[in-house]
Every structure is written in C-alpha cells, then in structure tokens.
C-alpha cells in the first residue's frame, strides 16, 4: 500500500483500520480456499479409494463365477447351457438356484 497510498493516508487511523479490514478479509479468502482445497482432495482420496474396493469387490465376484461355472460344468457339462446368455449380475442367482436344485435332487 505504501506504493500507492500517499504518506498522509497511511497516517490517517481511520484509513489504518480500513486497510487492516481489507487485509483481513483477503487473509480470510485466502483461508477459505486452502480450507476448500484440502476437504475436496480428502474427499477425492475416499471416492479413489472407495473406487478402487467396489473395482477389487466386483473382480472377486467375476472370478468367483467363472469358478463357480467351471466347477458346475466338471460336475455335469449339461448345466452350462443353462448358464450362457444370462447377464454377469444375474449369474450368480442361478447358479445359487442351480445348486439349490441339484442339493435337493441329491437329498431326496
């Protein structure tokens, strides 16, 4: 300010209270943004890590199927017809129901 002010405004108190309100509420911007910064990259690590766990999860489940078809076909090669063009999220109901079946088929 001393660059641009003259030497008597700098002087004057009631242009000092001014001024110090001003750098203030320029402090508190400033505050307001680093405070704004660190909860959006905290915010973006969680999604990250939460993205990271469902991609993990769902690479389990996709495993598991696959595993779970391969087992049912080595026990009968019939039973994978009944599998082919069922979608991913409704493979593993039928092959919950598959297997269901075939318990009981083998208790009774």
Do not use: C, W
Not at 5 to 24: I, S, W
Not at 32 to 49: G, P, V
């Amino acid at each position: 300010m001393k660059k641009f002010l003259p030497e008597e405004y700098l002087e004057d108190e009631n242009m000092a209270v001014f001024l110090q309100a001003v750098n203030n509420s320029f402090n508190n911007f400033e505050k307001a943004i680093r405070l704004a910064d660190h909860a959006f990259n905290i915010s973006e690590k969680e999604y990250l890590q939460v993205t990271a766990n469902l991609q993990y999860q769902n690479e389990i489940k996709q495993t598991s199927i696959t595993k779970l078809k391969t087992a049912i076909q080595s026990l009968d090669p019939e039973a994978v017809v009944q599998f082919s063009g069922v979608d991913s999220d409704g493979d593993l109901i039928h092959i919950i129901n598959f297997l269901q079946e075939r318990i009981i088929f083998v208790i009774y």
